[in-house]
């Protein structure tokens, strides 16, 4: 970091523009949590403590001598005030009083408005175009350098320079929003969840609400209180007494079903098949996760019907590992199968994506009927304290490729997923299966707070076909094969 850049960057923060101080939070944050955390020797006191010295630093610019040493200065205000509040949760322990109005200890509502001012500057970048904002997302939140984005999204460095200039004036007015505080939440995504919420009256299976569901997915995540709301007025005619939600033959063709999503094949587990033994050689190449199972003979499904629309994140629990809601590391793989269409240009999409691509509902439900295919796959998911980028996603899958398949032409697509902050597709040579999908996740509601996420689901075929040198190609089918969505 050249000194002169730094000095223009502290001047431009003192004129409070927004892509300045956006920049310095990006540069220091993590570093300045990382000195607090030297002190308290507590996670959660070290984010309080770096988030307190970094405000009041920007409300002390002025007082900065020589703008060039903002880091060094930055490190002492945050020592200061880490010291001050260990010394203050001290006493409070040893006293065994509750923390007082006067504490410096963030309050539950100081908490609840910082988690609203990320959702404002979340809903800014969303209402970028979507070129604008992969470059502000990968630059300013998934760790990537310039030289790094332009090779993810394979275009030149200059091109990312000018679509990081034009995404941080465009957030410039955002910002003054938020100073004024106003949301800055794009109007026309508004108007598109109104939409939804309208469409939504004339049926889920309508082409007004498939049609109103690309449009708002484009625009960003749609919101899950608005999804479970909706689902929950057109399912409430559904709902039953104490008796059980599935009569026992459907229940066992549900169960079967899972069954066929959460177990790997004959072939996956073969290890002379080329599918299993590119299983078993991914698993080899990641120590670090600890293999678990979905046991779909312990699924209580009239449990997971009944709390579906309530707590959509408790009634899926089961879908974790175990102890994963625990306030702790972990990283898990899970051998199973998943769901595929190929379209009929011969590219093998996600559902999203297909939906996407579709411009009906019936297009897309004759294609699902048609291009359904089952990929044998591998689910990885991890979960830690610290910040997650999608950059580790990638670099982890390039040295897991380099491992398995070496030599092997390997590319990257950024992706736009509802689950996820910022989502990848990973290509291998010239197989038009995806080797792998996922990224960071948006946070479960039932982990804690202070957690991160990321999920990657590796499809086997083309892993396989690279190291066998054969062609594997996908199951035909679905998951779900006797499960008639009109008929529940």
Partial sequence: MSENAEHDRVERARRSEPAAIGELYQRYWRAAR?????????????????????????DSLA????????????????????RRLKNAAAAQNTAGLRKEAGS??????TRLEQQELATLVQEAVRSLPEILREAISLFYFEGYSVEEAARFLDVPTGTVKRRLYDGRRRLHTAAQQIARGSKPMNAQRERILQQLREAAEEGLDSEAFYQMMRKATRSGPVPRDLLRDIMKRHLAARKTGAGPVFPPEKEDG???????YHEPSERARDPNHPVGAVANAIRESLPAFKPWQVDVSKIDLDAVARRFYDSRAQALSYLLPPGFTEESSGSYITAQRSLLV????GTVLTVSELMEKKATQEAFAKQMQEGSRLSEALGLVWKQPEPLELRAIEELLRGLAEKIVPGTAVRFVPRTEPRFRMALRMQLGNSPIPAA?????NRPSMLPEVTYVAGVTIHLEPWASARSGQVIGLAEGSPFPHFDANNQ
Avoid: K, M
């Fill in 437 to 441: 999908t996922g990224g960071v996740l």
């Fill in 34 to 58: 990382a000195a607090a955390y030297g002190v308290t020797g507590d996670f959660s006191l070290a984010e309080d403590a770096a988030s307190e010295a970094f405000c009041a630093a920007l």
């Fill in 104 to 109: 410096h200890v963030h309050t539950p509502n």
């Fill in 342 to 345: 190929q379209d009929q240009d």
């Fill in 254 to 260: 549900i169960r079967q079903a899972l069954a066929r």
């Fill in 63 to 82: 007082g900065l001598r020589d703008a060039r040493r903002f880091g060094p200065w930055l490190r002492t205000i945050v020592i200061r005030t880490a």
